[in-house]
């Protein structure tokens, strides 16, 4: 594709720079912010608990075995905190890394396809995408999983292209098996099921069934077993409940009942993918469009076949009894390089016309910019209005940043410059995302036990026991750095509960019982048990306390 005559050529060194500067922002806000219930903390405890126990096969949450998910983000955090200590830079790591490797594969796959222009721009859209740049940061499986099927994908569409000679076709294909197995070990079977939906549709699109010839299945199949079978063998034979639970409760359960309480109606991703895509909104439609249209000359279609993954992957979940607003996250590279290449045929056609891509979020920042005091509106007693009142800058700070990006981009599309628009509005959208999401630690005190544990981290012996009554915040055995007992309140650690009952308190009698019969002892519960057993007369020293949560202690 060639470039636009009136636009500067960024020469490799600029390139450096820019990927230099890009990753500082990337990275060194990781540290900034407290875990937050209930993914990060679960999936920072978990990691913690395997470098503790030493034990990196069967995971555990707070103790007990918790399959709900396979165990490669686990042991990417446990070797992190193994490396560099326990932190909160090194618990949202593996998704930092695979989010920013996601923009540089989505860079590399559009560069060797269509050319540098199209890349920098899909890399610009994906690296300041608001979903991409948020799930980036924070510590949950939707990026590792997103980062994985997108390679996948990607090596797929470069070993099929015309132009790929015979070894190349097999040495992307075996990346794209390798990808696929990782994705597997990240997050189960979505890791086949959604290339193979997507394959099969692509085929019957075009009527090219010569394709399935040059996936190489034997020696693919044999990798994907090679690298993911020890695990799933060796968890089952160490814990015989292991598959019944993960293959069968973890993936058909989940998809065809509503057993997790996450049911959205079908039109639920809709909403996310539009607020998830800004600032590119008004250029995802057109991008679309302009995918639906053969390549002439081509006998593979690797913009159709792109496409045709973003529809699997959006239809997959919408149907899905279980829906969460990452689960779409695998199908933004996809969206990225689709509308990076419609933004270069744009700037090829008139690159002044790049305004009104521009303009309309300029006038979404305002609008957010007047909007934002409404914020304190969502308090509750469990999150005050004073926090969400500290909240109200930050999301006011990102809406002037995405505001003056907006405007930078407006004026270097008058001037012709397609680059330094596309730029500069990513600029702005990744920018303002970071605020957005930095920000959100105003929230910390009522979604985080951090504060909480910190008033009473020195009083708390080892030999102390410590139980959970009536609930369980998945931060706060990290921030203890011990597990705690559960006293009567399951939720997701029912599975691991009934495989080691004795680990649990089922009523209130026994938790009474066991807390009368220690020296010294800690509880974490809500005001209301609280003020249950206060009435009762059972003795318990209030220790410390916030929003949510009440820490307490045997006087």
């Known amino acids: 594709?060639?470039?636009?005559?009136?636009?500067?050529?960024?020469?490799?060194?600029?390139?450096?720079?820019?990927?230099?500067i890009f990753a500082v922002v990337w990275f060194g806000t990781l540290d900034y912010r407290k875990l937050i219930k209930p993914d990060e903390g679960r999936y920072a405890e978990?990691?913690?608990?395997?470098?503790?126990?030493?034990?990196?096969?069967?995971?555990?949450?707070n103790g007990l075995k918790y399959f709900e998910k396979p165990a490669l983000q686990y042991w990417a955090t446990a070797t992190a905190f193994t490396l560099f200590g326990e932190h909160h830079w090194t618990a949202r790591l593996w998704s930092a890394l695979t989010g920013f490797l996601g923009i540089l594969v989505t860079f590399f796959t559009t560069r060797r396809l269509w050319g540098s222009t199209p890349a920098l721009y899909a890399a610009g859209v994906l690296g300041s995408s608001l979903l991409w740049v948020m799930i980036g940061h924070v510590n949950t499986l939707d990026m590792g999983v997103s980062f994985f099927l997108s390679s996948a994908i990607f090596c797929f569409v470069l070993a099929q292209r015309d132009q790929?000679?015979?070894?190349?076709?097999?040495?992307?294909?075996?990346?794209?098996?390798?990808?696929?197995?990782?994705?597997?070990?990240?997050?189960?079977?979505?890791?086949?099921?959604?290339?193979?939906?997507?394959?099969?549709?692509?085929?019957?699109?075009?009527?090219?069934?010569?394709?399935?010839?040059?996936?190489?299945?034997l020696s693919g199949l044999g990798l994907l077993l090679a690298v993911t079978a020890p695990w799933f063998i060796a968890v089952s034979l160490a814990n015989p409940e292991f598959a019944r639970f993960f293959f069968i409760h973890e993936h058909f359960e989940r998809f065809l009942t509503k057993v997790h309480g996450r049911y959205q109606p079908l039109w639920y991703f809709i909403p996310v993918l539009l607020v998830g895509m800004l600032p590119w909104l008004v250029a995802l439609f057109a991008a679309l469009r302009q995918a639906c249209q053969a390549e002439p000359q081509s006998r593979f279609q690797p913009q159709r076949f792109l496409l045709l993954w973003c529809l699997v992957v959006f239809g997959f979940f919408s149907v899905s009894s279980s829906k969460l607003a990452s689960y779409i996250l695998p199908l933004f590279p996809a969206l990225a390089v689709l509308v990076g290449l419609y933004l270069a045929k744009l700037a090829q056609r008139n690159a002044r016309l790049f305004r009104w891509q521009a303009l309309p979020m300029a006038a979404l920042a305002l609008v957010c910019l007047f909007v934002a005091p409404q914020a304190v509106q969502l308090s509750s007693p469990e999150v005050p209005l004073q926090l969400y009142a500290n909240y109200v800058p930050w999301l006011q700070a990102a809406s002037l940043l995405l505001l003056c990006g907006a405007i930078g981009a407006t004026a270097?599309?008058?001037?012709?410059?397609?680059?330094?628009?596309?730029?500069?509005?990513?600029?702005?959208?990744?920018?303002?995302?970071?605020?957005?999401?930095?920000?959100h630690d105003s929230l910390a005190p009522a979604n985080s036990a951090y504060q909480t544990v910190e008033r009473i981290r020195d009083q708390v012996k080892p030999e102390d026991p410590f139980f959970s009554v009536n609930t369980y915040d998945q931060t706060l055995p990290f921030y203890l750095k011990r597990t705690v007992t559960m006293v009567i309140y399951m939720d997701e650690l029912a599975f691991g509960i009934a495989q080691e009952p004795s680990k649990f308190i089922a009523d209130r009698a026994g938790f009474e019982q066991a807390w009368q019969a220690a020296p010294r002892a800690w509880a974490l519960m809500e005001p209301p048990t609280y003020q249950q057993f206060v009435t009762s007369g059972l003795p318990m020293r209030l220790a410390a306390q916030d929003s949510r949560r009440m820490i307490v202690s045997k006087p």
């Open 1 to 20: 594709m060639a470039q636009n005559p009136h636009d500067r050529l960024i020469s490799g060194r600029m390139l450096l720079i820019m990927l230099a």
């Open 46 to 61: 978990i990691p913690r608990e395997m470098v503790a126990t030493g034990d990196w096969l069967t995971p555990r949450l």
């Open 164 to 217: 790929a000679p015979a070894g190349e076709n097999r040495w992307y294909m075996r990346l794209a098996w390798l990808a696929l197995a990782l994705s597997v070990l990240s997050k189960g079977l979505i890791g086949l099921l959604l290339p193979a939906g997507t394959l099969v549709l692509y085929t019957l699109w075009q009527r090219d069934l010569g394709l399935w010839r040059r996936l190489h299945l």
């Open 412 to 439: 270097c599309a008058w001037f012709a410059q397609s680059t330094a628009s596309v730029l500069c509005l990513a600029c702005g959208g990744l920018l303002s995302s970071q605020l957005i999401l930095l920000g």
